[in-house]
């Protein structure tokens, strides 16, 4: 089974930037489509950004034009880089992993994000 590893979370300024990271370890990294998850205080865990085995990219329309999702296949790990970050971006972010054949989910522990002034 996959293990993911989120860093990068912390305390930014309204307007500021932040860079997730998740590194991936226990199977092949190329196998599996990369999400980036996150859940504000009280609410519900919503999609943010996707990137698949073949490079193709989706985001929620909140967070599109801000936003960049990535991946080094080299260094087995999948980024997030977060741009004109709002205080409704405050939330924690979750890293996801799917098997391109047998759907089987994974998730990381979380990094938490935190914008305000």
């Known amino acids: 089974q996959v293990q993911l590893v989120e860093s990068g979370g912390g305390l930014v300024q309204p307007g500021g930037s932040l860079r997730l990271s998740c590194a991936v370890s226990?199977?092949?990294?190329?196998?599996?489509?990369l999400l980036w998850y996150r859940q504000a205080p009280g609410m519900q865990r919503e999609f943010v950004a996707e990137?698949?085995?073949?490079?193709?990219?989706t985001y929620a329309d909140s967070v599109k034009g801000r936003f960049t999702i990535s991946r080094d296949n080299a260094k087995n790990t999948v980024y997030l880089q977060m741009n004109s970050l709002i205080p409704e971006d405050t939330a924690v972010y979750y890293c996801?992993?799917?098997?391109?054949?047998?759907?089987?989910?994974?998730w990381g522990q979380g990094t938490q994000v935190t914008v305000s002034s």
């Open positions: 996801n992993a799917i098997h391109f054949i047998s759907d089987s989910k994974s």
């Open positions: 226990g199977s092949t990294f190329d196998f599996y489509h």
């Open positions: 990137i698949t085995r073949g490079g193709t990219t």
